[in-house]
């Protein structure tokens, strides 16, 4: 079975919801350059195949990619064709379509948002409006004659439509604006160019037919060209780059956090205007032996002796939480376990993570850190605490702890360990295209360096702002020899973006 998918014009949250449950069942998918790459997250363990067609590469050609589709399909595998936008809207969507067809293979076509009016409605222009265009034309900008014969049609096409979209022409700009002009389109014609639409990247120049050619002079492809009177709404429609409004658009932020934890500050970015770039530097994994882990949990709330009863659990992070509670539902628990226990968290996250398992934090310190956490817990001379914690973590909370007279007992709960390199993203990092690297703990720094093998980490952070979650994270950032240019005062997801915000807006200040 082969499914043409259509990827969208590049913001991952136009994929559409039968594009992704396609994407999820993928055991191999084909993608084109103008499918966002964060969308190949959703085909799992699916064998990938790059197809796309770029400047600096000798690009696949189509029979080969028919063929390709042909034999994968024939195999007995599930494929999928991710192409940007639309399959059908110069896409070749038909093409592959007929082949298949051809070749007797079940095909299913899902059609995508393109770009033709996804582009212009990000850079708020409706490519139709009552009482000032009733009709729209989807042109291609690079047609297979019109080198040969550069007249051809253009003259009817230019009163062929209210609005008029182009796509894939930068490189005919003027010999198309010569032709419209020929065909009768007035030299006052608004006209607008749109550039890498809907990504933080996206950039939109305004003009006329008579000076759009000059004003559009160095902006490359991929770009759209709108002509029509309805480019003269966007001063009042224009809402996706409007940095009123969210702060932080044309921002490309790598959010290093790990993958079951990055979507939240991704949404958020998003909601800002930047464009997150997941690369995820550690991944969580439980611990190989669970013995300790379940040890500590049957102890729980044993009153014989005495002093084996656990009056506090300290909980550093909302993975401790995670990890531990699972374990303990896996054990055949549930939290009356917890009766009669104290429960501390460090930070809000941590207590919402307790929340929805059904427990509320009794203790919550000032900042959110483990030393502070240990430092204001109130008496714990004489009472057993129980520190579900990383492999990884900073002996601090449980020295400070143990030097206030309590029975510290550390378990290890989960591992940190260095996430494989997601290869498109890390090339962003190294491309120069990030503009700000987001940090959340120190392995966070170390995966990456890990990554990176013999280059060296500071080399690679020395292009883009680094911003990091508190100060433990900040200092161990500039022991590895790396500048900070953010630092939060709160470790927590709120905490990074309002400082992005306010380090944006310092820097638009100069």
């Excluded at 990000?122 to 042109?139: H, L, N």
């Excluded at 008029?164 to 022409?169: A, D, Y």
């Excluded at 006329?208 to 709404?233: C, S, T, Y």
């Excluded at 398992?357 to 030393?371: N, T």
């Amino acid at each position: 079975m082969v499914y043409l998918v259509g990827a969208g014009p590049g913001d991952p949250g136009l994929l559409t919801l039968r594009g992704m449950e396609c994407l999820s069942q993928a055991e191999v998918v084909i993608y084109d350059r103008l499918a966002n790459r964060s969308l190949l997250a959703h085909a799992g363990r699916a064998e990938l195949f790059d197809v796309g067609k770029r400047p600096d590469c000798h690009p696949v050609p189509q029979a080969s990619i028919n063929a390709l589709l042909v034999e994968k399909a024939q195999a007995g595998r599930i494929v999928v064709r991710l192409k940007g936008g639309d399959p059908f809207v110069f896409g070749r969507g038909g093409e592959e379509a007929a082949v298949l067809a051809e070749a007797g293979i079940p095909f299913e076509v899902v059609p995508g948002v393109t770009s033709a009016v996804a582009g212009p409605a990000y850079a708020g222009i409706p490519v139709t409006y009552r009482g000032m265009a009733c009709s729209v034309a989807f042109i291609t900008g690079h047609r297979a004659d019109f080198a040969a014969d550069p007249s051809g049609d253009w003259r009817r096409l230019a009163n062929a439509a209210d609005t008029l979209v182009f796509l894939m022409g930068m490189a005919h700009l003027p010999a198309i604006v010569e032709q419209l002009l020929a065909g009768g389109r007035p030299p006052d014609t608004p006209v607008a160019i749109i550039r890498e639409a809907t990504t933080a990247s996206q950039q939109t120049v305004v003009g006329r037919l008579a000076d759009i050619v000059e004003r559009a002079a160095g902006v490359g492809p991929p770009a759209l060209i709108v002509v029509g009177e309805v480019v003269g709404l966007r001063d009042t429609l224009r809402w996706f780059d409007r940095p009123d409004r969210r702060p932080l658009c044309g921002l490309r932020v790598l959010n290093t956090r790990p993958a079951d934890q990055a979507a939240e500050l991704s949404r958020r970015l998003a909601a800002l205007g930047a464009e997150p770039v997941e690369l995820p530097t550690t991944r969580i994994t439980p611990v190989e032996d669970p013995g300790p882990l379940d040890g500590a949990i049957q102890q729980l709330g044993a009153g014989d002796p005495p002093h084996a009863r656990t009056d506090w659990i300290v909980f550093t992070s909302a993975t401790a939480v995670t990890f531990f509670m699972n374990r303990l539902l896996e054990l055949g628990h549930d939290a009356r376990l917890l009766a009669g226990v104290r429960l501390a968290a460090v930070g809000q996250a941590t207590a919402n993570a307790l929340r929805s398992y059904g427990l509320a934090a009794d203790f919550l310190p000032s900042r959110q850190k483990g030393r502070d956490l240990a430092a204001e817990i109130g008496d714990v001379a004489g009472r057993r605490v129980l520190l579900p914690r990383s492999d990884i973590a900073l002996p601090d909370c449980a020295d400070i702890l143990a030097r206030r007279g309590a029975h510290v007992e550390p378990v290890v709960a989960y591992r940190v360990r260095p996430a494989e390199p997601d290869a498109p993203a890390l090339a962003a990092l190294l491309d120069g295209s990030i503009h700000v690297a987001a940090f959340f703990s120190p392995s966070a720094l170390t995966g990456l360096a890990a990554m990176l093998g013999e280059r060296p980490l500071a080399q690679a952070l020395a292009g883009p702002a680094v911003a990091c979650i508190g100060p433990t994270t900040a200092a161990a950032a500039r022991q590895l020899g790396v500048r900070v240019d953010v630092v939060t005062p709160h470790a927590s997801t709120d905490g990074l973006v309002d400082a992005l915000v306010e380090w944006r807006a310092r820097q638009a200040t100069g």
